[in-house]
């Protein structure tokens, strides 16, 4: 489903080069859970960045379903991030003005929203056990519910990629278990691809794929 082809990414800092990811060549297969650990610093949130168009890298080439995301117009980089990926991030990103419903249907409101897409909405929240919490806004939701609704916000467009940059970061262990055991269940509903970057190995699971990052670069298997 995505294949990199020596994947560079470049910032500049006034006169400093930072090299954020060296080289990257890899593949990942369609329906498959990934992972993308490392220290800090080693540049798995800029790949991740790359796989989702959110950032552009500097050489090489993204390949999703055999489509050069390198290629894209910004039109189309808008549509593939707006249809065929769905984001979940540590910080949640919810509007506080909003319920719950409302905060899934953020991505779809200039569009307008249908009864119809209402209603799915409605129906993912209750699959995360939110169906008593629909009408309540962030400030009187816990952490673990808030990140609930950015994954139904994230599975609600049906992704086929679904990236998550530490989405328990601020997270208890055992919310973290639930959410990564919530992921699972539905991008296998959904046959979505997933790609999280974390710093805790405690959710690997023996079939899931280890993508191991070091100094911007792949590291070595264990």
């Not at 294949?3 to 060296?22: D, F, S």
């Not at 953020?106 to 929203?113: I, N, R, S």
């Not at 919530?182 to 710093?199: D, F, I, K, M, P």
Request: proline share 5%; with cysteine; net charge neutral.
């Amino acid at each position: 489903m995505i294949e990199l082809r020596n994947v560079t990414k470049t910032h500049h800092r006034g006169e400093t080069e930072v090299h954020a990811v060296r080289g990257v060549t890899c593949s990942i297969e369609p329906s498959s859970f990934n992972f993308i650990v490392g220290p800090s610093g080693s540049g798995k949130s800029s790949l991740l960045y790359l796989l989702g168009a959110l950032d552009n890298p500097s050489s090489g080439e993204i390949l999703v379903n055999g489509r050069s995301l390198t290629k894209f117009t910004e039109p189309e980089r808008d549509a593939f991030r707006r249809s065929d990926v769905g984001f979940i991030f540590q910080n949640f990103n919810l509007l506080a003005n909003l319920d719950a419903v409302e905060n899934v249907l953020v991505p779809f409101l200039p569009q307008g929203v249908s009864s119809q897409l209402r209603d799915e909405a409605v129906e993912l929240l209750k699959q995360v056990g939110l169906g008593h919490r629909l009408h309540h806004r962030p400030a009187h939701l816990s952490g673990g519910e808030q990140q609930r609704i950015s994954i139904a916000r994230a599975l609600l467009k049906k992704p086929q990629l679904v990236l998550a940059d530490e989405p328990t970061g601020e997270l208890d262990s055992k919310t973290g278990a639930e959410v990564f055991q919530l992921l699972r269940e539905l991008s296998s509903r959904n046959n979505a691809t997933v790609v999280v970057v974390t710093h805790d190995q405690t959710y690997f699971r023996p079939s899931d794929r280890i993508i191991r990052m070091r100094d911007g670069q792949l590291a070595p298997t264990e």
